[in-house]
Every structure is written in structure tokens, then in C-alpha cells.
């Protein structure tokens, strides 16, 4: 038989009756009160398992769980080794991820409620992990932020900075450490940074101590304190260098990275 408009029209009409009935029966019946039933009934190991953030940080906290691979620094033939500097081949295009991407991240990975002022930081002691004397990253002086992260934040930092070591020896060039340049930021300190940058967003990822920026035009060079002193190399390498291992960790899935251009820096959330 001909399926023709009539009887198009006449399945549409029997539908909608159909949908009537039942909204009549029943009518605090919603999507969202469907979901919650069966929210209600899933089991808290099902509801993990379909939560992608938390799905994601079990990955991570594994990739993090791995031995680091050692480097090749020597040729056989007993040359040192110096691998070409690759960079990515645009910063923005290969760090596109924007505010509302990492605060969805920050605010379910990081502190539960964000931090009022100075004085009340000492109150998630417990929570958070200072990150001011470390020997593989520098933390510069900061004025509207406090050098503390949530552990899984501070454990990518460590792995970030140590690649870059790595990474700059593979390459044949000097001992730099890279430059942390904001990390955690109370209500207080949020509020202060917008009186004088309208770009700031009230709704801070840096507010969950899940993210840190990394300077991508300052680094520092270690000398041998008995040793030659010897300049910073080029920043444009180092910053190359430095993509590069953003890039790789993003890949991975270990980070969300946003590149800013108001503020020369590399804005990173953990995941």
C-alpha cells in the first residue's frame, strides 16, 4: 500500500493525541525528571563510569603512574645528541581551549569551595600542595595569585617541567627552567585583577587550584655556580621547545592548554 499524506498526517495526529494523554496523567512529567529517575537508580560506581571528566582523570592519574622514560643524550658514537626543534605549527590553533572547556574540568576536579581571601587559605591546607621551592620550574613573585595546587594539578606541572629539561638536553640546549607566572587565585584576588583587566573572568578556572600559567617569553638560565655564566638562549626556541611538550601533553589527554596573547602565557587546567 501507498504510504501518501494522509496517512503521514494521520500517524502525526495519533502521536500527538498519544503525547497528550500521557502529559494529562501525568503532568509533572519532564526530561529532566525522567533523567533524575533514573539517575536515582544508578549505583555510584555506574554514575562514575558514564561521567566523562572522572572517566578522563582515571586515564591520567594511570599515564602518571608510568616509569618516565629515560633520554638519549649520546650518539653511539659518543657525539651529543640534538634533536631538531619541531614546535607546533600554530600556538593557537594547537591550544584552543577556551574558559567555559576548563572551568566545567576545574570545578569538578578541584577544590569544592573556592577560596575566600588570604587569611582563609590556610583552612584547605589539606587540600592543596605548595609549589614555591621546586627545583625543576621557577614560580615567580606573585601578586594576585598563591603558589598552592591540588596534587593532580601539581603532579602535571612537575611532569611538564621535567619534560622540558628533558627536552631542551635533547636538543642541545643549556639548562633552563620554565616560569610560573599565576597559579591559584581566592574570590578576593579575582575581584582585585578585575578592577584593572575588564578580561578577566569573574568565573576563574585558577579559583579550583587546578590551574597554573606558564610565561612563554621568560625563562631562566641554571648555570654552574664555579662554572662559565652563560646567557638565556633565544626565547623563540625555548618557547618552541615548550609547545612541544604542551602539545604532547594535551595529546595525551593529561591537560586542557589555552594560548594567551594579552598575557604572554600558556593557561593550563589539569584533567
Not at 584547605?124 to 609549589?131: E, P, Q, T
Not at 610560573?180 to 569573574?202: C, G, P
Amino acid at each position: 500500500m501507498r504510504f501518501t499524506r494522509l496517512h503521514f498526517l494521520g500517524l502525526f495526529f495519533t502521536i500527538v493525541f498519544i503525547l497528550l494523554i500521557i502529559k494529562c496523567t501525568n503532568p509533572n512529567l519532564t526530561l529532566s525528571h525522567s533523567l533524575n529517575a533514573v539517575d536515582s537508580v544508578l549505583t555510584p560506581n555506574q554514575k562514575w563510569n558514564t561521567d566523562s571528566i572522572l572517566v578522563q582523570s582515571a586515564k591520567v592519574d594511570s599515564i602518571f603512574l608510568r616509569t618516565r622514560a629515560s633520554i638519549k643524550l649520546v650518539t653511539n658514537d659518543g657525539q651529543p645528541v640534538k634533536n631538531r626543534v619541531v614546535s607546533v605549527p600554530t600556538f593557537a590553533d594547537a591550544f584552543p581551549d577556551m574558559n567555559d572547556v576548563q572551568l566545567a574540568t576545574a570545578q569538578r576536579l578541584g577544590l569544592a569551595s573556592v577560596i575566600a581571601n588570604r587569611s582563609e587559605a590556610i583552612k584547605h591546607s589539606d587540600k592543596l600542595v605548595y609549589i614555591g621551592d621546586n627545583p625543576f620550574y621557577k614560580v615567580e613573585r606573585l601578586h594576585q595569585s598563591i603558589p598552592y595546587l591540588v596534587p593532580r594539578a601539581a603532579t602535571l606541572l612537575n611532569e611538564i617541567a621535567r619534560s622540558f629539561i628533558d627536552s631542551c638536553a635533547s636538543k642541545g640546549v643549556g639548562f633552563h627552567k620554565i616560569v610560573i607566572t599565576s597559579v591559584t587565585r581566592t574570590q578576593e584576588d579575582v575581584e582585585k585583577l578585575r578592577r584593572f583587566n575588564s578580561n578577566a573572568s569573574e568565573q576563574s578556572c585558577h579559583l579550583y587550584g587546578t590551574t597554573f600559567d606558564i610565561g612563554y617569553n621568560k625563562f631562566e638560565r641554571v648555570n654552574d655556580p664555579d662554572g662559565t655564566q652563560r646567557p638565556t638562549e633565544w626565547g623563540t626556541r625555548l618557547k618552541s621547545i615548550l609547545a612541544e611538550v604542551l602539545n604532547d601533553q594535551r595529546r595525551l589527554g593529561t591537560c586542557y592548554i589555552k594560548y594567551e596573547y594579552r598575557k604572554p602565557c600558556f593557561h593550563i587546567t589539569c584533567r
